[in-house]
């Protein structure tokens, strides 16, 4: 008998698996992704069955269903090798990977298989559930998918962890998935600038619960450290490397933590050492770009005239390290933004201004991305295109964006500091302390707002925008 496409698609749509969880092609770089999950394949042995589960996705979605079945076949194997009293619970997500690629490649007698072989499983785990039979290992996996697909997630991915946790509140996994979840959740609204609960605790406990997980000791010693408790940071990151010498995961968290820290030759050191382990690692590369521009900072800072050649010598790093990993992360919008500003350091300004469209548009940028662009693409009309009024035009752009993030401060204080410099040397006009009124207007600062109103008004009597502006306020006072 044949069995028609539109009877599996509803039954395919009550599996739990990658491809019920909306997660979406387009947020991610399936490469780079690739690439990522074989690291971890290779360095994390233990969630092995989670990594080919994924993987079979990841080249479903690049086009290779053949390469995507054979990923489950190793999921299948790993299954039956660790847990053998445990087949029916742990390897419900990869028979519905299995049914859903079978279904794309029109193979659908081999889809309604593996569908009722998850039917029958889930009779057998409970005798109530046909299909949706809520298992913490499931949800659980679905958390650490969503990780894996980026910032979009991190909320998902949370909300994973914590119903995983609600049936077993000791598993060290999902506490480890939580405390992650929860990290990277607040540096990412650290970055825009809101509080939120913070992800300490959550980390301690995941490290109280596997002490060998010298993974989650490196976040929680940058947890530490960001608390300006940077001795008691110190102690875990010197613990992990002990644990694990030679795990890169391990050594590119220590080395921002010694970055940070201000011990950049050591982070150098650090980084250099993890790179003869995993040469093509972008975070490897962009972290030690960032470290050599950090270098160069210092330099400058240091010296009133820094040797010639020390600077160029720097910048050729920077620049080495930086162009590898934006060739390895295409979608990187840190990695792209820090390159852009090191071509402009070594005043390659084509390619600075190339690599800075390129950074404007990454498709998966977030508010504060965009405040950040404004900032440093101002920077670079100002500083090297000598451009004040393209610079203006740029920080004024990030400023209008109203949601609150480090990168609109950025470009609030350099506007105000280039308007007032350009004030004091006399030449400002009408549009100078409008554009001053706007951004005292949007900062809060209503009386400053009205002043300079008040003088662009003076100097162009008849502009309707600086009137009606200073109408508003002065009802609103």
Known sequence: STISKNSLKSSLLQLECHFTWSLLKQDVDLNHLEETIGDQIEFFTDSNIINYNLLAYVYHLKGSNEE???????????????HPDEIDRRILVTWGNYAWIYYHMKRYEEAQTYISKVENSCKKLSSTAQWKIQLPEIVAEQGWALLKFGAKYYKRAKECFETALGSEPDNPRFNAGYAIAMYRLEDFSHRQCEDISPSLEPLKRAVELDPKDTFLMALLALKLQDLKRVH???????EAMQITPDLPYVQRYAAKFYRRKGEVDKAIEILKKALAVSPKSDFLHHQLGVCYRVK??????????PPKTQVEELIRLAIFHLEIANDQKTNSFSACKDLANAYAEGKRYKE???????ASQINILFYDDKQEFCYYYGNFQLFHMKSESEAIRYYLEG??????SYGRNKC???LKKLLKQRIQRGLADATDFGTLGLVHNLSYEK????????????LCPDNEEYLSALCELRLSI
């Open 68 to 82: 995507a079945l054979r990923n489950l076949q190793k999921a299948e194997e790993e299954v039956k090798k660790n």
């Open 232 to 238: 008691e940071g110190e102690r875990y990151i010197e």
């Open 296 to 305: 160069l900072t210092q330099l400058k800072n240091s010296t009133r005239h």
């Open 352 to 358: 600075a201004e190339e690599t800075f469209q390129k």
């Open 399 to 404: 400023l209008k964006i109203e949601k609150e």
């Open 412 to 414: 609030r204080n350099a």
């Open 447 to 458: 009386h400053e707002a009205i002043a300079c109103y008040e003088k662009a008004i003076a």
